[in-house]
């Protein structure tokens, strides 16, 4: 079965600063959602990549999908307090089940 | 807001019991997934139903059903409930039967508590 293991686990920046987060799987990437969750809340969608080498940006959030690394990075850029949360990377897998990844907890500190 | 709506919000019960958990998609979605947050096992997924039919199956244990009725809303039926079950389960939807091509739209969850 296919695995997502998503680095930092949990990360602290500085307001204003720049950070990154990995999602790589075990196996090869078909696809790779983004989602972003406030603690005890719903996911929130925030990109799709489908193709090898495709790079989505929404506001200041950049996601780019590697598929010969079968890797995925989410990068924020000048961070703010509405960035905190948990994110989440998703990809399809066999039998049309959406995988997730265990999370990276984001803290940004004012 | 997604505009998948789950209710109940919350919902504590004894072990041994039986709950629902109800499900209402974003409009035009065919697809219904259900999903199981706890903090040990991250998020699950359990089933997948599409225009009411079963599509997909996941980690879902035999003492829980699911079903997705004519209007598209669907129910999550958990029984013999027991202390492990307690979690966040999720509701998201999808236009397409395939989790390839459209993204899922989560609803804000329902908030199991088994004492």
């Known amino acids: 079965s296919q695995e997502l293991e998503q680095s930092p686990q949990s990360l602290i920046v500085q307001e204003g600063k720049n950070l990154t987060i990995n999602c790589t799987s075990s196996?090869?990437?078909?696809?790779l959602y983004w989602y972003k969750q406030k603690y005890g809340e719903g996911l929130i969608f925030l990109m799709m990549?489908?193709?090898?080498?495709e790079e989505k940006s929404h506001e200041k959030i950049t996601a780019k999908l590697d598929e010969k690394k079968q890797q995925s990075s989410l990068h924020i850029t000048a961070s703010q307090p509405s960035h905190a949360g948990i994110y989440l990377c998703g990809a399809p897998a066999a039998g049309n089940k959406l995988t997730f990844g265990g999370g990276t907890r984001v803290l940004v500190k004012p | 807001d997604s505009g998948v709506t789950q209710t109940p919000k919350h919902l504590i019960t004894a072990t041994g019991q039986r709950v629902t958990l109800r499900c209402s998609p974003r409009s035009g979605d065919l697809s219904v997934y259900w999903y199981q947050q706890s903090l040990d096992q991250g998020l699950q997924f359990l089933i997948q139903?599409?225009?009411?039919?079963?599509?997909a199956k996941g980690n879902i244990l035999e003492r829980f059903s699911a079903q997705q009725f004519p209007d598209l809303h669907s129910e999550l039926n958990l029984s013999s409930l027991e202390l492990g079950d307690s979690a966040l389960y999720f509701c998201?939807?999808?236009?397409?039967?395939?989790?390839?091509?459209?993204?899922?739209?989560f609803g804000n969850g329902t908030r199991l508590t088994v004492t």
């Open positions: 196996k090869t990437l078909y696809g």
């Open positions: 998201a939807s999808s236009a397409d039967r395939s989790s390839y091509n459209s993204p899922l739209h």
């Open positions: 139903y599409y225009n009411g039919e079963e599509r």
């Open positions: 990549l489908q193709k090898g080498g």
